[in-house]
């Protein structure tokens, strides 16, 4: 579909298959947890399989259908990375080369980190600085210059290259390496590398043309079921590379096709080489214990379920949730984007286990749980902070419990609604390095780490794929 048109694309959309199995068990999980819409896609056996439930607003109501656009968040580091191995397949970047041979400007708290962080270190979390950074330097063509500029404030959590902690703004920085390589704007060299070669126009970054299609507003589900609209409905632009585009499923199903197939487009016409789709999916650094997964390839997240390597990235922004999964070895993918939270990230979970399950016969298991007393689990107790948000871990009545919520940044780039805490039960697991699992809630199944030093000292807490600083005691506030 290389040099298709909008309507072209909008043709093929309606040619698209809304299967009974998939569409009974996303209507079922839906209804049960209360999420306010979805599209959901899957490729197996050469087949495309779609469903849609729930409106895309609940003041401005429209059915989720095949033409919905839903922002897809983190699942857009991969067009990212995509885009920068576009530029090593021209010889016009190198993975290992200094991120300064192309963003010579470039500055850190740490001068040393600048001069020799790499641009795979960018690709695959392990840069070591802050990286939940939102900050908003407008909708200009120079946003992400001037974000780069201040990610000089950014303090140096771990040592470069020493450990995977999730990095938006080492993402950021990538797509200003887009920039200064081709000498467009991000969204400009997106479109010119990826989007336009692979035929994905319902792909898109700017909320001026996404205004004028369908498409999903984020929520919030409250405990006594009250649904209300997230704002603001937009990422600042200077994040776009880390996590700000929105698709439809169809777009996002192609994008899994392209993958799969080894770098080809829909009209089997060859974009980037097979030799380094490959590459992508390949490890780079470990993070076994993480919410990630087990590791980083080329910005892809890998983790083995049930003897099965799984490729995937999922996003959330405000309000939307997103999950994608590939499976190379079986030529399978499944994704879905919801616009509810914090219920549409348990949706997800679900909905993508259910389809490994049913189609490929991969199940994945809970791990067995530690049962300790109360002074074996105090060791745990404390304060976890990282730029963006906080972690209270306390121990009540035998258990575990972690309360999160967003600091004053975060709620300011995510809206209100981010700064609503999150209370849940966290079980220890067998294995090395303190294991842990959120056992119930919507962020069940999540898997995290307690870090500790060479002496044995707990330094932090590998939380939602981020390494979170141990400040002190609990202090949950009211």
């Known amino acids: 579909m290389t040099g298709s048109s909008a309507g072209d694309r909008s043709a093929h959309l309606r040619r698209t298959t809304v299967t009974e199995d998939l569409q009974a068990e996303l209507d079922a999980l839906s209804a049960e947890l209360g999420v306010t819409g979805v599209a959901a896609g899957i490729w197996h056996e050469g087949r495309e399989s779609y ?198 499923a169809a777009d996002q199903l192609a994008w899994a096709r392209f993958h799969l197939s080894g770098g080809t487009a829909l009209d089997g016409s060859r974009v980037l080489s097979e030799e380094l789709v490959r590459l992508m999916q390949q490890p780079t650094a470990d993070m076994r214990g993480s919410a990630l997964g087990d590791a980083v390839g080329i910005s892809w997240l890998l983790r083995e379920v049930d003897g099965v390597q799984l490729v995937g990235h999922g996003g959330t922004t405000n309000g939307q949730y997103s999950d994608f999964t590939m499976v190379p070895a079986r030529d399978f993918a499944v994704l879905s984007m919801t616009n509810s939270g914090p219920n549409g990230s348990e949706l997800n979970t679900r909905l993508t286990r259910w389809a490994l399950e049913h189609h490929l016969g991969v199940r994945e298991t809970d791990p067995q749980p530690l049962v300790l007393g109360d002074d074996a689990l105090t060791v745990y107790a404390g304060r976890y902070e990282t730029v963006a948000s906080i972690a209270e871990v306390t121990v009540e009545a035998g258990q575990l419990v972690v309360t999160s919520w967003a600091k004053a940044a975060m709620t300011a780039a995510l809206g209100d609604k981010a700064e609503e805490k999150r209370r849940m039960p966290l079980t220890l697991v067998a294995g090395e390095r303190d294991p842990f699992v959120i056992s119930e809630g919507p962020g069940k199944g999540m898997r995290g780490y307690f870090a500790r030093d060479d002496a044995g000292r707990l330094l932090g807490m590998h939380f939602g794929g981020r390494l979170a600083s141990r400040v002190g005691a609990a202090q949950v506030p009211a």
């Open 51 to 248: 469903a849609f439930t729930g409106v895309t607003s609940v003041t401005n109501p429209l059915p989720v259908d095949e033409r919905t656009l839903f922002q897809f968040g983190s699942t857009g580091k991969t067009f990212t990375a995509t885009a920068i191995m576009l530029l090593v397949q021209d010889g016009r970047v190198d993975l290992h080369a200094p991120v300064r041979t192309y963003v010579p400007e470039f500055k850190t708290k740490q001068p040393d980190v600048a001069e020799q962080v790499t641009v795979l270190q960018l690709l695959n979390h392990t840069a070591g600085w802050d990286g939940d950074f939102f900050a908003d330097t407008g909708n200009g063509d120079d946003a992400l210059a001037n974000y780069v500029a201040r990610m000089v404030e950014l303090d140096q959590v771990t040592p470069l290259g020493a450990t995977v902690s999730y990095n938006n703004a080492s993402l950021a920085l990538a797509g200003r390496v887009i920039e200064r390589v081709t000498g467009s704007t991000f969204e400009q060299a997106m479109r010119d590398l990826v989007l336009d070669p692979l035929g994905l126009a319902d792909t898109l970054s700017f909320p001026g043309q996404i205004m004028t299609r369908r498409f999903a507003v984020g929520h919030t589900r409250a405990d006594d079921g009250t649904v209300t609209v997230n704002e603001p409905w937009a990422l600042p632009r200077a994040v776009t590379a880390a996590g700000g585009m929105s698709a439809t």
